[in-house]
T-cell receptor, first 116, second 112 residues
Framework: DAGVIQSPRHEVTEMGQEVTLRCKPI?????LFWYRQTMMRGLELLIY????????DSGMPEDRFSAKMPNASFSTLKIQPSEPRDSAVYFC??????????????FGPGTRLTVL | GDSVTQMEGPVTLSEEAFLTINCTYT??????LFWYVQYPGEGLQLLLK?????DKGSNKGFEATYRKETTSFHLEKGSVQVSDSAVYFC???????????FGTGTRLLVSP
């Protein structure tokens, strides 16, 4: 399997612009997670989906952030409008639920976002 | 709520030295415990895990034992290599739930 795929790998944009990050989970995985990593706050869970349905979005910082999962093989994280404080590395991860057990989360390579 | 505390870094060692990175946790249930590693410019990779008390996870020469009595999951390796230089994250998942709670990460620097 190709693993979790994220695009773009790097994004540089100007304040106020819309940014869309994309993720393709590992085929057959039924959970998808979006994380943000910064020096100040470390690794934060933003939102996660189960079978394409958002389960917990309590980590989404504010209304400027939205995430969708229209099908089992694709998810987007959108920031509109973007601000300099959104600069971070955004990771997508996926996992497979095994009958009551927590399974391993597999991370993508991340998207490094810079908002000028 | 659940939390994970890791030792502050960076940890600087010479090649072939013994490594310990401390990790303690707080959880209301019976969590599974994980160590993830992040190499420069890459995403996190699972290094090892343990799902119940007294389990030992091991991989690539790294080991960690789930100690319920001390709520700890310390990472050890007998002889580190330069290629082990990375950031190491301890994490827990509170049984049955998919959310991972991560520690702040510990940077390891190994010099030749």
């Amino acid at each position: 399997d190709a693993g979790v795929i994220q695009s773009p790998r790097h994004e540089v944009t100007e304040m106020g612009q819309e940014v869309t990050l994309r993720c393709k989970p590992i085929s057959g995985h039924d959970y998808l997670f979006w994380y943000r990593q910064t020096m100040m706050r470390g690794l934060e869970l933003l939102i996660y989906f189960n079978n394409n349905v958002p389960i917990d979005d309590s980590g989404m910082p504010e209304d400027r952030f939205s995430a969708k999962m229209p099908n089992a093989s694709f998810s987007t994280l959108k920031i509109q409008p973007s601000e300099p404080r959104d600069s971070a590395v955004y990771f997508c991860a996926s996992s497979l639920q095994l009958a009551g057990y927590t399974d391993t989360q597999y991370f993508g390579p991340g998207t490094r976002l810079t908002v000028l | 709520g659940d939390s994970v505390t890791q030792m502050e870094g960076p940890v600087t060692l010479s090649e072939e030295a013994f490594l310990t990175i401390n990790c303690t946790y707080t959880a209301t249930g019976y969590p599974s415990l994980f160590w993830y590693v992040q190499y420069p410019g890459e995403g996190l990779q699972l290094l090892l895990k343990a799902t119940k008390a007294d389990d030992k996870g091991s991989n690539k020469g790294f080991e960690a034992t789930y100690r319920k009595e001390t709520t700890s999951f310390h990472l050890e390796k007998g002889s580190v290599q330069v290629s082990d230089s990375a950031v190491y994250f301890c994490a827990l998942s509170d049984g049955g739930f998919q959310k991972l709670v991560f520690g702040t990460g510990t940077r390891l620097l190994v010099s030749p």
